[in-house]
């Protein structure tokens, strides 16, 4: 009898020892787990802030980009806005000689012609990135529009001097309108360029005519896109007889 109560007891306190035991194992278990999932709570945040702040900052860069789009398309516009009146005011000018003014005499030279404005690989890509080819298209073709107007205009220049250069000594700046058109002291090849440089301004007016009109569309494209895509609020406003909508 006594050795049954002696292994009763044992057995008692074994059992004890394993419920203490397995207590303690699942609370450290629980500990752990719960370590665990705040540790993992916080990283995630942590992930999700960094993620946030690339985000912005990227943001950010595209938003300065697209300012910058518009601030060098903005100068195209402008300086093709600038030879296109130039010439339309020499077609006007022409108009009211009735007749008595060449063409080329009613179109003086510019006295400053802008240089090239170039847009940046970064920009180009974040026009591209906004998903629109026949958009990105509109806005890159102004660029060589640009360059080829302005280049007309400095080609013109010395064309112009040129041909006056080697008018009889009678002629001058001032005695051009008239007297250039019926002259009989004026040689076929002296008839010949003057004529040809009446061409290429008819030409370079058609240009002009056709890139004002683009380049407007383009920059007035340009400034909505970026509003929606981008969040660019800022008011845009554009002076001149061809300036496009203002944008805000």
């Not at 300065?64 to 020499?90: D, F, N, P, Q």
């Not at 022409?94 to 404005?117: C, N």
């Not at 970064?122 to 080819?133: F, I, V």
């Not at 400095?154 to 041909?163: A, F, S």
Request: include cysteine; proline fraction near 4%; glycine fraction near 6%.
């Amino acid at each position: 009898m006594h050795e049954i109560l002696t292994s009763l007891a044992e057995l008692i306190k074994l059992q004890a020892f394993w419920i203490t035991a397995s207590g303690a194992i699942a609370g450290a278990m629980a500990g752990a787990t719960a370590s665990s999932f705040f540790s993992y709570r916080i990283q995630r945040h942590i992930l999700r802030e960094e993620e946030k702040f690339r985000n912005a900052e990227f943001r950010k860069s595209q938003q300065a980009l697209g300012r910058s789009l518009i601030i060098k398309l903005g100068k195209m516009h402008s300086s093709i806005s600038t030879v296109h009146e130039h010439i339309e005011e020499s077609f006007r000018l022409l108009e009211r000689s009735h007749g008595k003014m060449p063409l080329w005499g009613s179109l003086r030279p510019l006295a400053y012609i802008p240089d090239p404005v170039r847009f940046s690989s970064d920009e180009l890509s974040m026009l591209m990135s906004l998903g629109d080819e026949d958009f990105f298209n509109r806005v890159l073709n102004v660029e060589p529009v640009h360059d080829s107007l302005l280049g007309a205009m400095r080609v013109y220049g010395p064309q112009r001097q040129g041909l006056l250069n080697s008018l009889p000594v009678s002629y001058s700046e001032g005695t051009v309108a008239g007297a250039c058109m019926d002259s009989k002291d004026l040689t076929p090849a002296l008839r010949a360029q003057m004529e040809a440089i009446d061409s290429f301004i008819v030409q370079m007016h058609r240009n002009a005519k056709r890139a004002v009109s683009e380049s407007a569309q383009a920059l007035n494209d340009l400034t909505k896109q970026l509003q929606v895509k981008l969040d660019l609020q800022r008011r845009v406003e554009f002076i001149g007889p061809n300036a496009p909508q203002s944008s805000g």
